[in-house]
């Protein structure tokens, strides 16, 4: 598979090694499918500037959009995963901040920016707090220019908990009352989040997981859609473009994280990189050691209800 570093529509792949806003500029109208995207949340990550703030953060969204409208196709979709900006003990929801620049951006406009979906993406592990309960979730928002053109469902449809399930009144009594390819995967996502030990695990620090752009990208971009992601980081989403054979274009502005990004898309092209599958994520076996109660925290337990 070619690399490409300068944007042709024909490309299965570019990869811009610079600003996204140049990339951006350098593309057409009305020829990207869908955006999918994690941008930087400016909290001093390694990436970003020590001095960056929220402000930052609006003024680059505001600063990209009206290129990034120009370019997406009528129908086309737009998935922003953000999490929250903490300053000061203060936490800053940050698809707030992208629903009202998105849709007060595209509401003069002949085709607004439609709000779909705010998918819930939860994570069994992360940063425990001492002080306010232990993030575990972060957000994607979905939004379509104009109606939709494309959602598949049933290309992303997950297992129902209880199959056999019958349905017990009406005309359908006694019958199966699920569907046969499996239930809606809902607004609720569980998938585990990129950490040490994560099969998916690169030198980037903020990696979303395969999976995440592999569902968004089955169920909303049509087959060889052209997609975009303008902070593509370690390349997930265009590893996700190619294993669901989609054309892929995405700019990263430092170069180790875009290296890293050309390696793996290589070796998704080759078959040879290594993904977590889509699966539900399964409760721990009870018999393992790690899932015993170690006596030490029996003790401590025991004592602080003692002291109650
Ligand atoms: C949250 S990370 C994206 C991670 C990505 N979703 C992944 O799974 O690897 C955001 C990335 O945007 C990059 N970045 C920041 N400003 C940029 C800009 N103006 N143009 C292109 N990339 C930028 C950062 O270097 C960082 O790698």
Partial sequence: MRIHK??????QVTLYNGDCLKLLKSIPDEVIDMVITSPPYCMGKAYEDPHDDIETFKKQHRDIFNDLYRIIKPGGSVCWQVGYHVSNKCI????????????????????????????????????NSSNRFSGR???????????????????VRVPQKYPGKRAYK???????SGNPLGKNPSDVWEIPNVKAGHIEKT???????????????????????????????????GVAALLENRRFVGA???????????A???????????????KPVIEPNE??????????????????????
């Fill in 170 to 176: 009406g005309p359908n009594k006694g019958n199966l």
């Fill in 203 to 237: 030198d980037h620090p903020c990696q979303f997981p395969v999976v995440i752009p592999q569902r968004l990208i089955k169920a909303l971009a049509p087959e060889n859609g052209l997609i975009l992601d303008p902070f593509m980081g370690a390349g997930t989403t």
């Fill in 264 to 278: 793996r898309l290589k070796d998704a092209a080759s078959g040879e990189l290594k993904i977590r599958e889509d």
């Fill in 92 to 127: 800053v929801p940050l698809d707030y901040i992208i629903y009202e620049n998105f849709t007060s951006l595209s509401a003069s406009r002949d085709i607004p920016f439609i709000l779909r979906n705010r998918i819930i993406w939860t994570f069994g592990h992360g940063l």
């Fill in 6 to 11: 300068r944007f042709s529509e024909d490309n």
């Fill in 252 to 262: 990263e502005i430092l170069k180790d994280y875009y290296e890293i990004s050309e």
């Fill in 287 to 308: 018999n393992t050691a790690v899932a015993k109660l170690p006596e030490e925290f029996r003790k401590a337990r025991e004592e602080i209800h003692e002291k109650d």
């Fill in 137 to 155: 979730h972060e957000t994607i928002l979905w939004f379509s220019k104009g109606e939709q053109a494309t959602f598949n469902l049933d290309d």
